[in-house]
């Protein structure tokens, strides 16, 4: 007996876990403080300059990453005190007192060997206060894979200071207009490591995604007409889902990857219709005189809200996943549109032209239909889409002028750009949780 | 002198309850507006001296007739107002036309010795040949649309009376209608609104007497602006129906 416990006492020290009491991140405390973290760049363990580079790479990453979960908030890395080429990565070769002295509550220290093409790293998290290692994880990858490795311990961090899954593995696909053609660009849920899927010259819009996150159904002119393609979210050939006569829009996967809601007009009116995933089993949900589109699944399956025109302008309304009780959301504005169910169910986001005739982001509570206002006085703001924990929001904006793309915290706060470059981006997507392009696990 | 205007303020009084009350109304003023213009043509020898377009304006105030007596009174507003504006069109033509230009007594005297001449007697024929639409590859205009609208305005039906009459000059002839948006409001709301347009430039064809099968549409939403920058002026251009000949 005793022999077991002492087991189970040196499995507590090494393993972080409930049973030990540690540092706790408590987020939804309405005097929640963002938690300051200091992470300096990575030690080069061998890999020249080039593996220098990458180190401090890395460290900039994982920054960007933790201050975009607005959970934390970086310690500026000019002042930190401790002299990096006498300290290492160990508690024992840790001056605390001098991570103390700058303000950080967390430390983050790494280490990175870049051997060829291969990328090893050793990411550690320390609790300052206590001078205790909390977390330790070991990756290893290609080069190419630096970001996704480093977002998956952000994730980590995540989860072990505050208890809920991070969403740095997930990832945004969006549209970006490129030298005037629109095609379909995926990139981390930071903005970062973006690359263009299609490589055609048609027009290629309104992505989004298959229930796992592994496929992207969009609407390409590529046969002459606005047909449903799917394509491989790592990039490949982009196969034909649904060429019907007319309009082949606004694909929406259910949530069990069985069944696509979307927009067709092959019987002379934009309806709502659902198929199964290659495009069989056709069935058609809506009968009216107006336009309904903008079909999306609720995350259990069993509704579908859209857009309809039937009472003169369009309104969000909500169905069963079978067409049955269609029954008219919003009441406010005349001009409501891009209806997106948060992760929970019990609220949907969607795009508004108020009385200025500017689009606005808003939410409206499915039960008590209580519109909230997410977007104001910023320029153009359409098209959101849930993070799969419902933290946060993506979005396009024209603020700055070209449409980007900008997260932002459910209630609204801290909007903040994550793509720069050329070019517009817009619609942006994104993904569930996922099993991914990269084959990481969920 | 005072009786006519009268009479005008009457119809425009008439048309304006109508359109207040929003429940249809046969068209009377735009009949009659449309019958007025035809007779004005006749008088300025169209039916000669702009045989083609006063034709057009003939058969589009018959379908207006027609379209009344089946009591489709919104239809029949607007093909009497495509029929008074080609009516006026063909009374201009006539009037422009330079075979025309002089008075019918003087067109007689000069008819005799020029039929002995190259150019030949001034026939219904040759004004016909003078037509742009005869031409196989007049280009077609494009229509315009109001914000949020799909529906055909004036100006637009005065366009598409010559494209149909186009078509109908070039019966082997196939369209394919696009319909555009400018670039506020959703993406997939937009395409759409597209293809709302050009369903809509399609149902007026078809009215004016253009075969469904030879006009195709599709809808390209705000994907394919005339005018990329983000304007009223550009986005007024960018709200629109081109016609591509297959």
Same mark, same amino acid.
């Given at each position: 007996m005793r022999k077991h416990l002492a087991w189970l006492l040196l499995l507590a020290a090494t393993v972080p876990g409930p049973a030990r009491a540690r540092l706790q991140v408590v987020i939804d405390d309405p005097n929640f403080q963002p938690f300051p973290l200091a992470i300096p760049d990575l030690k080069n363990?061998?890999?020249g300059a080039e593996g220098e580079k990458l180190a401090r790479q890395a460290a900039e990453i994982l920054r960007g990453d933790l201050e975009l979960s607005d959970f934390f908030k970086v310690v500026p890395p000019k002042s930190y005190l401790e002299d990096p080429r006498a300290a290492g990565i160990t508690r024992s070769t840790i001056d605390f007192g001098a991570w103390f002295q700058v303000g950080a509550e967390g430390l983050i220290k790494g280490g990175l060997e870049l051997a060829g093409d291969k990328v090893r790293l050793d990411l550690r998290l320390f609790e300052v206060a206590r001078g205790e290692q909390s977390l330790a994880s070991k990756y290893s990858g290609s080069r190419s894979q630096l970001s996704r490795l480093i977002h998956r311990f952000a994730d980590d961090v995540v989860k072990h200071l505050t208890g809920e899954r991070g969403s740095f593995s997930t990832r945004i696909v969006c549209v970006r207009k490129s030298k005037g053609i629109k095609q379909i660009y995926v990139m981390d849920a930071d903005g970062r490591n973006g690359r263009v899927l299609t490589r055609n010259a048609s027009i290629n819009i309104l992505p989004t995604w298959n229930h796992d996150g592994a496929r992207i159904f969009f609407t390409s002119y590529i046969a002459h007409n606005p047909d449903l393609w799917v394509i491989p979210a790592a990039g490949g050939k982009p196969k034909a889902v649904s060429q019907h006569r007319g309009l082949n829009v606004g694909a929406s996967a259910s949530p069990n990857g069985e069944w696509i809601a979307l927009t067709l007009s092959r019987d002379g009116n934009s309806e709502i219709y659902k198929m199964r995933a290659d495009g069989s089993g056709l069935k058609r949900l809506t009968h009216s005189m107006g336009i309904d589109s903008s079909a999306a699944w609720s995350p259990d399956g069993s509704r579908i809200a859209f857009v309809s025109s039937r009472s003169g302008n369009p309104h969000i309304y909500v169905m069963g996943a079978d067409g049955s009780g269609q029954t008219r959301l919003t009441f406010v504005g005349t001009y409501n549109q891009t209806p997106e169910w948060s992760p929970l169910g019990t609220k949907i986001a969607f795009t508004a032209r108020d009385e200025r005739n500017v689009f606005d982001l808003f939410e409206i509570d499915v039960d008590t239909r209580e519109v909230t206002r997410l977007t104001q006085d910023q320029g153009n703001n359409e098209d959101p889409s849930w993070a799969p924990s419902g933290r946060f929001l993506v979005f396009s904006s024209t603020r700055d002028g070209a449409p980007a793309i900008f997260l932002m915290n459910e209630d609204g706060s801290r909007q903040r750009r994550i793509t720069r470059g050329a070019g517009g981006f817009t619609t942006p997507v994104w993904s569930p949780w996922t099993t991914g392009p990269f084959g990481e696990k969920p | 002198m005072i009786r006519p205007v009268r009479q005008l303020t009457l119809l425009l009084l008439m048309s304006l309850l109508g359109l207040l009350s929003g429940c249809p109304e046969p068209p009377k003023a735009e009949m009659d507006l449309a019958n007025q213009a035809l007779e004005a043509a006749q008088a300025a020898r169209a039916a000669d001296c702009a045989a083609a377009t006063f034709r057009s304006a003939q058969e589009m105030m018959e379908r207006a007739r027609l379209q009344l007596k089946r009591g489709q009174y919104d239809e029949a507003k607007t093909t009497a107002l495509a029929a008074r504006e080609l009516a006026e069109k063909a009374k201009r033509e006539a009037e422009t036309n330079p075979d025309c230009l002089k008075k019918p007594e003087d067109a007689g005297k000069e008819q005799g010795p020029k039929s002995d001449g190259d150019a030949g007697p001034v026939t219904t024929d040759a004004s016909r040949g003078a037509s742009p639409l005869d031409d196989p590859n007049y280009e077609l205009k494009r229509v315009f649309f109001p914000y949020n609208e799909a529906s055909v305005t004036e100006e637009a039906a005065r366009i598409l009376a010559d494209n149909a009459e186009w078509m109908k000059r070039h019966p082997t002839a196939k369209i394919q209608v696009e319909g555009h948006c400018d670039e506020r409001g959703s993406v997939e709301y937009n395409l759409a609104l597209g293809e709302r347009r050009a369903q809509s430039v399609r149902k007026y064809l078809t009215d004016l007497g253009v075969r469904q099968s030879r006009i195709s549409i599709i809808s390209y939403g705000e994907e394919s602006?005339?005018?990329? *920058? *983000?304007?009223e002026e550009a986005y007024s251009q960018n709200r629109r129906a081109e016609f591509r000949k297959r």
């Open positions: 363990l061998g890999g | 602006p005339l005018d990329p *920058s *983000s304007t």
